[in-house]
């Protein structure tokens, strides 16, 4: 049986949780979130934690069970303390700043991207070569720090682009007299 499927999820305090069939809602402190799940997957709440159980040991339904777990826990903790990506941009003259709550990037191009937030996603910019993007949903933010990372990705000679920060780039020798 699945090790990650199986596990309860804990409702933390201030969590309201609501089951109807495979429709999932999620009321939280910073927000809420809804999603919709396989039918076949049974989705419980018992003192306090969600269970999820599948019908039988087929292929599809054990690999359903593990995912639908998965994301109702990235729910629960979204609504509670939130997911975050960062993001480090390197390169000379390369910057991003914020424009109320647009994200503008500078890097290298005739004109500056103009980057607007997506529901429930908010962006920090610390430092001109740092950005951070924050959110309740875990796919809506990583789809955010990707979009960013597309503008520039890093290029393997000097390093120069828009990366992850726990991201490592495999440098390459350049050209030899």
Do not use: C, W
């Not at 990650?4 to 402190?29: F, Q, Y």
């Not at 994301?71 to 390197?90: D, H, P, Q, S, Y």
């Not at 103009?114 to 924050?134: A, G, N, R, Y």
Request: glycine share 10%; net charge positive; charged share 30%.
């Amino acid at each position: 049986m699945s090790r990650i499927g199986r596990a309860p999820i804990a409702v933390p305090d201030g969590v309201e949780v609501t089951i109807d069939g495979s429709d999932v809602r999620v009321k939280g402190p910073r927000g809420q979130l809804a999603a919709s799940f396989s039918p076949e997957m049974e989705i419980v709440r018992e003192d306090g934690h969600i269970l999820v159980k599948r019908p039988t040991n087929q292929k599809n339904h054990r690999s359903l069970h593990g995912l639908t777990r998965t994301l109702v826990a990235n729910m629960v903790e979204g609504v509670t303390k939130g997911f975050t990506r960062e993001l480090e941009i390197n390169g000379v003259g390369y910057r991003a700043t914020l424009k109320g709550k647009d994200l503008e990037v500078l890097v290298g191009k005739s004109h500056p991207e103009l980057i607007h937030p997506e529901k429930d996603t908010s962006f920090e910019v610390p430092k001109p070569t740092q950005v951070i993007v924050h959110g309740i949903d875990k796919q809506v933010v990583g789809q955010m720090a990707a979009k960013i990372r597309a503008l520039r990705p890093p290029e393997p000679y000097k390093g120069k682009g828009i990366k992850f920060v726990e991201e490592h780039i495999r440098r390459k020798v350049g050209k030899r007299a």
